[in-house]
């Protein structure tokens, strides 16, 4: 995405001008300061539209397995170009699907964009580190309130001895209004991890 960003989410502040611009650097947007995530940073590389949006859509949708690879590439490249590759790293950990949404699709989209990543950084990715562990509703068409609702316990850590100490990168292929990932987030905190990053292919 295009700066000025939240410094903490990496939602764009629409600014009148460029001139205007520098007014917003180094900022949290409104909605950071009132609800703080338990992200420490979120960053996306595109705006969910266009070609991005219909290759997205071609890998949660139609089976597309080829394109979540290709997405985590252009993931790679958009975070790289803009300085905010999170190098700090320690384990890469796509945003888990449910067991019967896995089954239903036959993979997890996430873990392909999180593949690219983790092989770009060096970095493990385990995807076994989080677990969701109820099903829930479809995000889609929620306010942020409501998101939140319900994401209530919806993800936990199987094994916390594996996330203790670990700085855990959180990756997904769509970030809205960061409900989902923070809601993974305080999961990995609670497990031990002193602090979670979050990275998507866009921002809807």
């Given at each position: 995405m295009r700066p000025p960003v939240c410094v903490v989410c990496g939602e764009a502040f629409l600014v009148p001008s460029e001139a205007d611009a520098e007014r917003f650097e180094a900022r949290t947007c409104v909605r950071c300061r009132d609800h703080r995530p338990a992200f420490a940073m979120a960053r996306a590389a595109f705006a969910y539209e266009g070609p991005i949006r219909h290759a997205i859509h071609a890998v949660k949708f139609r089976g597309r397995r080829a394109a979540g690879a290709a997405l985590g590439?252009?993931?790679?490249?958009?975070?790289?170009?803009?300085?905010?590759?999170?190098?700090?790293?320690?384990?890469?950990?796509?945003?888990?699907?449910?067991?019967?949404?896995?089954?239903?699709?036959?993979?997890?989209?996430?873990?392909?964009?999180?593949?690219?990543?983790?092989?770009?950084?060096?970095?493990?990715?385990?995807q076994d580190l989080l677990r969701r562990e109820r099903a829930t509703?479809?995000?889609?068409?929620?306010?942020?309130?409501?998101?939140?609702?319900?994401?209530?316990?919806?993800?936990g850590v199987p094994d916390p001895a594996r996330v203790e100490g670990r700085v855990v990168l959180v990756v997904d292929d769509v970030l809205t209004t960061g409900a989902t990932a923070s809601a993974c987030a305080v999961a990995l905190r609670r497990g031990g991890a002193p602090k979670v990053l979050v990275a998507a292919v866009a921002r809807g």
């Open positions: 590439r252009l993931l790679v490249d958009g975070l790289a170009r803009t300085g905010e590759l999170p190098g700090d790293a320690d384990v890469i950990v796509p945003v888990p699907l449910h067991p019967s949404r896995l089954h239903e699709r036959g993979y997890n989209q996430a873990a392909l964009v999180a593949a690219a990543l983790a092989s770009a950084l060096g970095r493990p990715m385990e509703p479809p995000q889609v068409g929620l306010d942020r309130a409501l998101r939140v609702e319900n994401l209530k316990s919806a993800f």
